[in-house]
T-cell receptor, first 112, second 115 residues
Framework: ELKVEQNPLFLSMQEGKNYTIYCNYS?????LYWYRQDPGKSLESLFV?????AVKQEGRLMASLDTKARLSTLHITAAVHDLSATYFC????????????FGGGTRLMVKP | ETGVTQSPTHLIKTRGQQVTLRCSSQ?????VSWYQQALGQGPQFIFQ???????GRGNFPPRFSGLQFPNYSSELNVNALELDDSALYLC??????????????FGPGTRLLVL
């Protein structure tokens, strides 16, 4: 059974600080997705990582994928309050099947 | 281009009843997946429909069933509701699977409460 583990589960940080969220998964996959969810809302796609070594950046967020280590990271640079949300990584074990297995989420709170 | 829409937004049912949730996929998308998200957890894959056929299924019992229509809209049916079925049900659409690696676009969800 595929397991996707995120850590930390909860992260409270000050504005302006940097931090990294980790996503480990237990099966071979070249496809990893990051989503953001605000309270009571649906999921918003952040990044799609499709190969080993893939790195994508959008604003203060940067995601990377190491398929050999089965690890993806989501790095936050100079956090701002608007980044407060829950972040999920998800793995597609069938590569292009889009039948995703999600991690448990990292709840991020950025304090002013 | 319209996004993914779901109806109803909220629903309250009692144990043992049946429920139907609906999803309209994004224009041009022929693949629809359904997920269940319990409070405080990540979404869990229920099943996926591709061109009106079930293309894959997660670890959910047969009382969870679905349909996809020629216009690629979809329904999720749950029979014999249990208290643990209370959750946010998310529908996601994506372009043709053959392209590979396309992101999924999630609808706003239907929040189901079973009493």
């Amino acid at each position: 059974e595929l397991k996707v583990e995120q850590n930390p589960l909860f992260l409270s940080m000050q504005e302006g600080k940097n931090y990294t969220i980790y996503c480990n998964y237990s099966t071979t996959s070249d496809r990893l997705y990051w989503y953001r969810q605000d309270p009571g809302k649906s999921l918003e796609s952040l990044f799609v990582l499709l190969s080993n070594g893939a790195v994508k950046q959008e604003g203060r967020l940067m995601a990377s994928l190491d398929t050999k280590a089965r690890l993806s990271t989501l790095h936050i640079t100079a956090a701002v309050h608007d980044l407060s949300a829950t972040y999920f990584c998800a793995v597609d074990p069938n590569n292009a099947g889009n039948m995703l297995t999600f991690g448990g989420g990292t709840r991020l709170m950025v304090k002013p | 281009e319209t996004g993914v829409t779901q109806s109803p937004t909220h629903l309250i049912k009692t144990r043992g009843q049946q429920v139907t949730l609906r999803c309209s996929s994004q224009s041009g998308h022929n693949t629809v997946s359904w997920y269940q998200q319990a409070l405080g957890q990540g979404p869990q894959f229920i099943f996926q429909y591709y061109r009106e056929e079930e293309n894959g299924r997660g670890n959910f019992p047969p009382r969870f069933s679905g349909l996809q229509f020629p216009n690629y809209s979809s329904e999720l049916n749950v029979n014999a509701l249990e208290l643990d079925d209370s959750a946010l049900y998310l529908c996601a659409s994506s372009p043709d699977l053959q392209r590979g690696g396309e992101t999924q676009y999630f609808g706003p969800g239907t929040r189901l409460l079973v009493l």
